[in-house]
């Protein structure tokens, strides 16, 4: 640089010095008081400090140079780095002050309406605040680089040496916001399973796990039936394992399961039913579970079901959903596996609704019939399950025979026998061992049941004469005990019937401290006897008065959160957990085998007049059960003592929880209750039992989730029993006082408040009939129309609404009934909610309305409906419109509407421009829209600020909208002078002369060149295009040349580049210029070797395919006139066996298609591998005209055009269909991460090019 050029020039540095101070003060105005942001603030003023002081000791201030200044400002090359670094920290300040800023602060709403979880907020104020602690630790980096350059006078080789960068606070912020975001993982799976109504994983895979024993259940392995089950295939199998009750069924499974996890491709799904599982009378659960477990296995599930979830409103799936999402599943995932154990226990084998095993395993079939899905079961013989599983595809069965069991049978009674008489020698045990497995006739159970005989004291003779006389086979086994039983005196025998009793109808497992209470219970006591309790609950006690009472039919366990849900009215006691669970009072009682339970409802369990058939007796034994269970627990709760320090002393040793949980879910089992179990509940309503206060108060604190009794929760007793959907009692209360339905409880709340809990459609038609205020407004204000509408009972909602419920009222946060479903999406019920007249201006707390709401949501059909019945565009939120926070969420269906409604495309008062947002958050579709709709592509973002897009968009390293704002024609000169968009701008003038220079210091230009090259081909500067090209680390390829661009071919050509360079997805430059045209440029890059153009893509397409789907006639006669005439290249297939006649058929190219048919090479009879013929595609698009070619008739119009669904951005790979982005399956990994394809297409079978890839459903957000 002339030395009268540098003088200029380093007085105009300290202009710029001081543009920087300038703004490193307004950055540091915003700084805060709150205590996560003082070592932020410290940090940022340490930076200003330190920047003020090098501009001292290099003789800067004030914006003026000083005569004295630093020497080495007059160096030029210290010169030229020292005004860039001031440039960048100019450049990155004025982004910083407007640009981190712009974003909708959304105030959160009242209580109940909150859209995101407390865990969410944080992590997004987290992100903002680390994204500051960047930003503040750039400028410092970039004011040590200063220092490095140049280093001031004033400053010591101390101070240099220690200039505070300091990365620890980004550090600890990114560990925290990293934990957080695990958190909302959690509670999103939390959520999922709730929503799914999942039942919680019982134990029993992980417990016969652990009871197996080493090298047993092999054998399974090794037969044919199951290695041909399990070996690889494109269509779904059934293997239907069978054995008698008592053969290890269970525990074979869980060694399928082990074997099929290692080895399986695909996610694996087991579950595992069992007697004791309170929810086995609904199979559905089952496939609840399944659904769950394979969302914590695939992450394709996981963006299916939580999608789902997203777009229902529901607060739990229902039936239909589940199994719609269900098959969803199973096409989307390839190779799944399913495992079921035990569907034989479950409760509701017979039977015409939903619930029944014949109608599970239809919809079962249904779910896997046209996926490759795996499915395996283990049960019993029985024929209503054989009939169903017969209908499967690929349907086969196994039974288990005893020679199957033989060796792990003689392992099994080893281990018992070893056990047992360890103090007999080799001989005997191995004796003893061989005839206890002769004499089980295959049946585990049955060994195990002998345990107990094998006592030490015995000698061998007497070993064997105890198992010969054991009755071989289970059933003869249960008869020998229950004799035994009926033998005892009067006292044992009524106290082992007792135990058995409460042990088969209780609705959960009971603790031995629990059953010592219960069975101390009888018809006459008025107290509870506690004169009879044991002085200590130890193993002797266990052994004596329960065991050995009953026998080889029951056991004990140690208990397990985790054994099973309970019934939804109340979950598990958590109290008795908090205590020490390894004291033999807190194991819990069980039947030994879920066959005792059948064998037990098939006797006479309780006193009958007359004899009855076996399938009255089972079910007579349930009511008899459940009506003296429900007795019990009302006369044990009426107890005087029973409730003394009940809350102060956690009843986990005792009955009282489960007496005062359990009672209503037997009296509902019961159905026709008797005299005395009337009487008993009419006692409890009607406040004439002496406990009711006590019951009442545990009864609202697990209601409303409250840690200890609180005075205004108190409740009615009527209120109680609409929370338990105690339909009947509400009838009867009613009957005797109307004036009942006007009482309040709790924070004022009326009937129809407590409906949310029982969830009774039919109870609320009763209550509403009878008269219940239907607008009545709780404490805070919320209806119950409201109430019903928040929590998804939607069945509850629309009676309301039938009824006329009020739609305007609001709650203490102005949430009308209109805004909980515009948020939650429902258009059913937001159209119900207007027809009714609500109130579309109405505004909740902070400024919401319902067209907000639904805007931030994205739930574009209830926008377009608000937006018909006159909802104003305009609401504000914090300053921005419903247009700006659907853009924020990039909802582009709800931001097309509303710009279709007329919202501005340009940014209003403080608010961004549409063009902003897109260039702030990386949005590019919502860029091409704006541009689409007339945004300016040099407007200003927001305000009067002079940041364009373009400048935002590098600000934020959003470089795909940067792409689009340069197609459009965006000034790069206007954002910016640093080197590389200098030479952007350069590439954009197209002057060899221009360009140049600015690859002078570096020789390449790297990855700017690169970007300067493409924008010199966007723009046809063949100048700039040669001398970029030369200059570029590039491939040499020619493929992004755009259309009618035959001169920047021919530069490219002559400049070296390859014709047959490939890029990602395989094509080369021939082919596109085969599918955008024109023929010269087909002409140009077929050359003299026509050989070209038979070369593939990673799709198996040659350029023909691709002129055929361009539908450019004049290119596909060109090819055809250079084609060898033979049907395998003119008829080639490509991967999915599409041929270029089918192609040009479906497109409805009737020219092409004639053109090709009059070569007689093409097969017009032929269809691709998904079974699609080309007749079916003329007729599918609405090609009659073409469709009559291919078949010789005649042509008549019978079909109407049909319409792509798509938008125009996005097509499947496969069929060449136009698609949008929610209605297609992505692979991030093949044709380098651009690969889609239609849910036709998967759904007939359809995948990417590598089977083992995971395709997702949507490409921007995951479902």
Known sequence: MEPVGLAVGVVGLAGLFGTCMDALQRLDSYKTASRDSRQLDAQLSATIHLLERWGEGVGISQGKVSETHHPDLDDSRTFVVVRRLLGSINEFLQTSNNVTNSGPDFVMRGQGTEKISRWEKTAWALRGKLKQTNQVQTLAS??????SVITPTNVSSDEQNNLPVDGSYASDMRELLSKIEEQLKVEEIRDLRTWLDCPLTNEIYDDSRGKRLDKTCEWILQRQEFLEWHATSGSSKLLWIRGPAGFGKTILCSRIVEEVETASTGPVAAFFLSSKFEGRDDP????????MTLVMRSKAAHDIVRASRVSQHDQKATQAHILSMFQSLLMAIPDCCLILDGLDECGTVTGTDLESIPRFLDALRKAVSKTNTSLLITSRR???????????????????????VATDLMVYASQIVNTRLSNKDESTRRFVAMKMKDRCVGQFQWIKLQERSLNKGRNRKQLEREIDNTPSGLGSLYDREWKRICSMGVADRERALCLLRWIVFATRPLSVFEISEAVLITDDCEELPVDEMPDEVDDDYVESMILNLCGSLIETRHSSMNDGPTDDEYPRDKSQFSIDRGSVGFQEVHLTHFSVKEYLLSISLFPIHSPMPKENLSASNERLGNLALAKFCLRYIGFPDAWQNWQADPPATRLLSYAAESWPIHYKRVRNPDLELRDAINNLFEGRMVNFDAWRDCHGMKLFGLPERVEDRNLNPFHIAISLGLEDVVADLISKSKQILNIRSGSNAAALHFLCFSQSKSLAELLIDNGAELDAAEGTGVTPLSLALSWGNIDIAQVLLDRDANVNLADEFGNTPLHIVSEQGNVDLVRQIVDRGADLYAQASGGWTPLLLASTEGHCDVVKLLLERGADYLDLIDGHTAVDVAAWYNHIGVVRALLDQGADVEATGNAMSLLGIAAYTGHTELAELALERGAAVDGLCYGRTRHTPLHVAFSEGNHAVAEVLLSKGADIAAISKDLELQLYEAAVNGRRDEVEPFLQ????????????????????????????????????????????????????????????????????ALSYAAEFGPASAVDLLSGKDHSILTCVDNCQRMPMHYACAGGHLDVVSLILSRLPKIDSMIDARDRWGSTPLSIAARQGYIEIVKLLLATKLVDKDSSDDLGRTIEWWAMQRGHPEISALITGTEYQQTCEKRKDEGDGKLFCDICHSNISDEASYHCGKCNGGDFDICVDCFGRGGRCLDDIHEMTLGRRTPV
């Open 382 to 404: 029985n024929s209503i399950i054989q009939q169903g599983l017969s209908l499967f595809p690929g349907y086969s069965e196994y039974d288990i025979t005893t020679e199957d």
């Open 142 to 147: 970039l004011v040590t680089d200063l220092y």
């Open 1001 to 1068: 210091d570096n020789a390449d230009g790297g990855k700017h060149s690169f970007r300067a090259l493409e924008i010199a081909l966007d723009n046809n500067h063949l100048e700039a295009v040669e001398t970029l090209f030369q200059r570029t680390r590039f491939d040499g390829s020619v493929t992004k040349t755009p259309k009618e661009r035959s001169p920047v071919i021919n530069v490219l050509l002559n400049a070296g580049a390859d014709a047959m360079t490939k890029v990602s997805t395989g094509r080369i």
């Open 284 to 291: 559905l659960l089952i496939i609840r579970s399944w659904v």
